[in-house]
C-alpha cells in the first residue's frame, strides 16, 4: 500500500492520532532514557510515582493560555506569583524577613533568568556607554551569552584550581566604575560549589554595584540540604547586598523543562527587567519577560509539582539525594586513578583522572556503552578534564551497581588506552584559528569523526579529545559547525 502519509512534519495527508503518538514514541526511543536515574544531565527526576501525569494534566489545562496578557488569563498570573512567592520564600525574602519586598518573574529557564538580570542591571545605568560584569570563570556560560546578547563587556575572574572557587579579591579588583552587576554561583554547574557569596556581595554592595547569586541549579536543594543538617553557606536574601538570586523549577523543583524564577529584592530593582512599547498601531505592549506570547503550559505543571510535592516532598527527596550524592563519590574514591575534583557540597559529583593511560573520554564512552549516561568538561584554565555527574533522587536506587559499573568502564578504559588522533590533526587542532577554517576543512574533520549529517557518533572520545586540543574560540566554531550538520531540515 503506499504510504501517503511519508515521514516528514506535513504529510499531504493527515495521519490518525495513534498513529502520531506510536511514530513519535518511535522516535523517542533512539533519546536518553529521561527516567530511572542513569542519565547524569540534562534531566531532573525524583522518580515519584504519579508526579509525571499529574503536570502533564495540569500542562495540558493550561497549554493554550497566553501569558502575554495577565489581565486576560488571571489563571496563569496566580499561578505565577504564587510560584514566585514560594522560590523568595525558600530563599530568605518575603514577610517577616529581611527582604520583605522580593517580587520576580517567571522566566523559560535558567539562562532567560540570567539574561534578564544582566539586562536589569544595564538598563539601571543608561549614563554607562560600555557597561560591564564581573563573573568568575566557574560561572555558567549564559551570563556570557548575555553580555554578548546585551553587548555588555564580561570581565572574567579567575578560580583556584583547588577550592574552585574565586579569590574575593580578585572579584573586589575586576570591578570598575563601569561594572553593572557581579556574580557569584550557587553552586556552579560544573563542580558544584558554593562562591563566597556573602564576601562577593559585600565588595559588590561596597562599589555600590548589584550582586547576583546564580541559584539556577541549586536554589531549590541547598536550603533543603541546610534544613537537614549540611552546612550549606548563606548565599540567599539573608545575605546583605543580594540584589537578585535565579533559581530554576524545572531542574530540583522537578518541573517539566521550561520554567525559571528570577527574584529581585525589590520592585525598584526589577524595574528595568520590564520592556513597554506603545509606539505603534498595535496593542500596547509590555513584557516582563524575554518571550511575549508564552504558553501557560510550563507555569501550571511547576504550579502542580510544588503542590503536590510540598515541603514534606522536598525535603524527603533531598535527603534521598544528599545520600545518592555520598555513594556516588565512594564509588568514584573507590577507583584507582580517579579523584574527586571537589568534595560534594551540593548534588554534583565531578571526578577527574591523574592516571595518563585512564582517560576519562573513554571512560565517559565505556559508561554509555553499559547505559549510564555521564557528561564530560573538557580541560579549561589550568582545570583538567572532569566528569560531570547531576546527581537527582532518582538515582539513589541506582547507586549500587554505579560503583561495579565504574570500575568496569575504567578497566575497559584503560584496556582501549588513551585516544590517540593522528599527530597532523592534533596540530592542526591547536594551531588553527576560526577564520581558517574553511567548509572543506570542516566537511573533512566532521568526517572523520564520525559526524554525520543528522548524527552524532556512538563514541564521542575523539571529537571531545579533538576539542580539547583547540583553543577556546576554535572549539566554539568547531561546535558551532559541528551542530550546524546535524541540524538540517528533513524533506
Ligand atoms: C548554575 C546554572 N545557571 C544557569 C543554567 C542555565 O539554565 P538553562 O539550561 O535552564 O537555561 C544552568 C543550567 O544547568 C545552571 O546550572
Known amino acids: 500500500m503506499t504510504d501517503t502519509a511519508g515521514t516528514g512534519a506535513l504529510p499531504v495527508e493527515g495521519v490518525p ?7 513519535i514514541r518511535g522516535l523517542r526511543a533512539a533519546d536518553r532514557p ?17 508526579l509525571d501525569e499529574l503536570a502533564q494534566a495540569a500542562h495540558a489545562e493550561s497549554a493554550h493560555v497566553n501569558g502575554l496578557d ?24 518575603g514577610p517577616g524577613t529581611s527582604a520583605p519586598d522580593v517580587v520576580g518573574s517567571v522566566t523559560s529557564g535558567g539562562t532567560e533568568s540570567l539574561i534578564l538580570a544582566v539586562k536589569a542591571a544595564r ?21 556570557a551569552k548575555a553580555a554578548h546578547y546585551l553587548r555588555v563587556a564580561l570581565d572574567p575572574v579567575p578560580v583556584d584550581p583547588v577550592t574552585l572557587r574565586p579569590a574575593v579579591a580578585d572579584v573586589a579588583a575586576a570591578i570598575r566604575p563601569e561594572t553593572v552587576l557581579v556574580v557569584a554561583s550557587a553552586p556552579s554547574y560544573a563542580h558544584g560549589v558554593v562562591d563566597p557569596v556573602a564576601e562577593i ?36 536574601f539573608a545575605v546583605p547586598g543580594v540584589t537578585s538570586i535565579s533559581v530554576d523549577l524545572h531542574k530540583y523543583a522537578y518541573a517539566p523543562k521550561g520554567v525559571s524564577v528570577l527574584l529581585h529584592r525589590d520592585a525598584g530593582l526589577r524595574a528595568p527587567q520590564f520592556f513597554a512599547y506603545a509606539d505603534w498601531p498595535g496593542y500596547t505592549m509590555v513584557n516582563p519577560v524575554i518571550a511575549s506570547t508564552r504558553s501557560g503550559g510550563p507555569i501550571a505543571a511547576a504550579y502542580a509539582t510544588l503542590r503536590h510535592l510540598g515541603e514534606d516532598g522536598y525535603l524527603r527527596l533531598a535527603a534521598v539525594t544528599r545520600d545518592a550524592v555520598a555513594g556516588l563519590a565512594d564509588a568514584v574514591r573507590a577507583v584507582d586513578g580517579l579523584r574527586l575534583l571537589a568534595e560534594p557540597e551540593s548534588t554534583v559529583v565531578c571526578f577527574t583522572a591523574d592516571d595518563p593511560e585512564l582517560d576519562l573520554f573513554v ?16 580541560a579549561y584554565a589550568g582545570l583538567p578534564a572532569s566528569v560531570h555527574l547531576t546527581v537527582t533522587a532518582a538515582v539513589a536506587p541506582r547507586v549500587a551497581e554505579f560503583g561495579p559499573a565504574l570500575a568496569e568502564a575504567a578497566a575497559a578504559a584503560r584496556a582501549a588506552g588513551p585516544v590517540v588522533l593522528p599527530p597532523e590533526l592534533l596540530a592542526l587542532a591547536g594551531s588553527l584559528t576560526p577564520e581558517a577554517l574553511t567548509p572543506d576543512l570542516i566537511a573533512g574533520l566532521a568526517a572523520g569523526l564520525g559526524l554525520g549529517a543528522g548524527a552524532a557518533p556512538d563514541r564521542m572520545a575523539a571529537v571531545n579529545t ?3 586540543a583547540a583553543p577556546v574560540r576554535l572549539r566554539e566554531r568547531l561546535l558551532v559547525e559541528f551542530v550546524g550538520l546535524l541540524q538540517r531540515p528533513t524533506w
Open 201 to 236: 556581595a559585600a565588595v559588590a554592595a561596597a562599589a555600590g554595584v548589584r550582586c547576583h547569586v546564580d541559584a539556577c541549579f541549586g536554589g531549590w536543594t541547598l536550603p533543603w540540604l541546610r534544613r537537614l543538617g549540611a552546612p550549606v553557606p548563606p548565599f540567599d
Open 34 to 50: 529521561t527516567h530511572g536515574g542513569r542519565l547524569f544531565a540534562y534531566v531532573y527526576d525524583p522518580g515519584v510515582a504519579g
Open 363 to 378: 571512560l565517559v564512552d565505556e559508561l554509555t556503552a553499559r547505559g549510564w549516561h555521564t557528561q564530560p568538561q573538557l
Open 123 to 143: 538598563d539601571a545605568r543608561p549614563d554607562l556607554t560600555e557597561p560591564r560584569i564581573v563573573v568568575p570563570v566557574s560561572g555558567h556560560a549564559a551570563f
Open 466 to 468: 579533538l576539542l580539547q
Open 17 to 23: 492520532a495513534a498513529r502520531v503518538l506510536d511514530e
Open 70 to 93: 495577565p489581565t486576560a488569563f488571571p489563571s496563569l498570573l496566580a499561578m505565577e506569583n504564587a510560584l514566585v512567592g514560594a522560590a523568595a520564600r525558600l530563599l530568605g525574602g
